[in-house]
């Protein structure tokens, strides 16, 4: 596959996974039952912030890598990100080989989503807090973003179903995490609620 293009096919994901082999791990997915009884739908947590640098990000990283001939990769790369996707890309260059890309993501992904939400700061801080609860797993606000809008009844046609939630992001700042989780008790989520759960604040604290 060439990674200037922007067709991506079932075969070239497969191809991916395969250039990218042991390089990665393979994260687990486990069902979530307390954050299930919380948002009204079967969810599942694909582990991704266990990956070594925090974020699903290395994937495309290693892969993109992966594709570059002996030339470019003595040309060297480089990324404009100072987040979980330059963590990933410098931790493959350097296991690879390749000197210290990717604004092709938009157009790849644009045609296989049905639908784009936002959410708020708040949603996402209570998010972070209910993972690090219930979930028991820390991640930031980008990572937590699917649950935030589970829980903020931003897809309510999902309620009920089964939904997978890919965390990742594991590099979150700790004083970031720890204001999160200092504003528990500011207000109560109600469990088995649909639609929004939000009373005042961030909602922390789960009865």
């Known amino acids: 596959m060439n990674p200037r293009t922007t067709g991506v096919a079932l075969r070239d994901i497969r191809a991916a996974r395969r250039r990218i082999g042991s390089a990665v791990f393979t994260t687990p997915c486990h069902e979530a039952p307390l954050l299930s009884a919380l948002a009204g739908m079967e969810l599942f947590c694909k582990y991704e912030n266990l990956q070594r640098t925090g974020s699903f990000k290395e994937r495309g990283a290693r892969n993109a890598l992966s594709l570059l001939g002996r030339d470019q990769r003595k040309n060297g790369v480089l990324t404009a990100s100072t987040g979980s996707h ?28 049905d639908a784009v939400v936002t959410v708020s700061e708040d949603e996402l801080c209570a998010a972070i807090h209910a993972l690090a609860e219930r979930a028991k797993c820390v991640v930031e606000g980008a990572g937590a973003a699917p649950l935030a809008a589970c829980l903020g009844g931003r897809l309510p046609e999902l309620q009920d179903k089964r939904v997978v939630l890919p965390l990742g992001g594991g590099n979150i700042d700790p004083a970031r995490l720890a204001e999160v989780l200092r504003a528990a008790g500011c207000c109560e989520i109600k469990v088995g609620t649909t639609g929004p759960w939000w009373r005042t604040g961030f909602p922390t604290r789960l009865i």
């Open 86 to 113: 330059a963590l990933g890309l410098a931790y493959h260059a350097r296991q690879m080989g390749v000197n210290r890309a990717g604004d092709h993501a938009f157009a790849v992904a644009r045609g296989r989503i």
